[in-house]
């Protein structure tokens, strides 16, 4: 896989970003031949980390946002397991989302919530059975 680290101030900080991803890069799905990890301040205090997929072009961008360091270690590994999560669902969640969901209406914005909701319990799930399975933590 080719990773890139870009918008990183601080190499202590790309480094500390780049120690955590290493180890979970063959966790991502075969699909990504292209992962861009890059730092980007946050004004939103909840905002820790995010991803942004293409499937299509075969490359996943995962982007961390200045909150990602007020997290210990582990807590900023279960994040990152999230992101990856989220590969793993994204071909299925991006074809509901353009088939079904991308109405105007109430309802269509009604029903992508509720999807939003059921995919994220999807991906907590998901990032923590691969936390289980690689680290052996519950």
């Given at each position: 896989?080719?990773?890139?680290?870009?918008?990183?101030?601080?190499?202590?900080?790309?480094?500390?970003?780049?120690?955590?991803?290493?180890?979970?890069?063959?966790?991502?799905?075969?699909?990504?031949?292209?992962?861009?990890?890059?730092?980007k301040y946050a004004s939103d205090t909840t905002q820790v980390a995010e991803v942004f997929l293409s499937p299509r072009y075969r490359s996943a961008t995962i982007v961390v946002s200045t909150n990602f360091y007020e997290h210990d270690r582990d807590q900023q590994h279960r994040e990152m397991l999230h992101e990856i999560a989220h590969t793993w669902l994204a071909p299925v969640t991006d074809w509901v989302t353009k088939r079904f969901l991308s109405g105007d209406d109430d309802l269509s914005a009604e029903r992508m919530e509720e999807f939003t909701e059921r995919v994220e319990s999807t991906v907590e799930s998901l990032s923590l059975a691969m936390s289980v399975a690689i680290r052996g933590d519950s």
């Amino acid at each position: 896989m080719n990773v890139r680290y870009l918008y990183f101030e601080n190499p202590d900080r790309e480094r500390e970003v780049c120690d955590i991803v290493t180890p979970l890069l063959a966790l991502f799905p075969t699909w990504c031949e292209t992962l861009i990890v890059q730092s980007k301040y946050a004004s939103d205090t909840t905002q820790v980390a995010e991803v942004f997929l293409s499937p299509r072009y075969r490359s996943a961008t995962i982007v961390v946002s200045t909150n990602f360091y007020e997290h210990d270690r582990d807590q900023q590994h279960r994040e990152m397991l999230h992101e990856i999560a989220h590969t793993w669902l994204a071909p299925v969640t991006d074809w509901v989302t353009k088939r079904f969901l991308s109405g105007d209406d109430d309802l269509s914005a009604e029903r992508m919530e509720e999807f939003t909701e059921r995919v994220e319990s999807t991906v907590e799930s998901l990032s923590l059975a691969m936390s289980v399975a690689i680290r052996g933590d519950s």
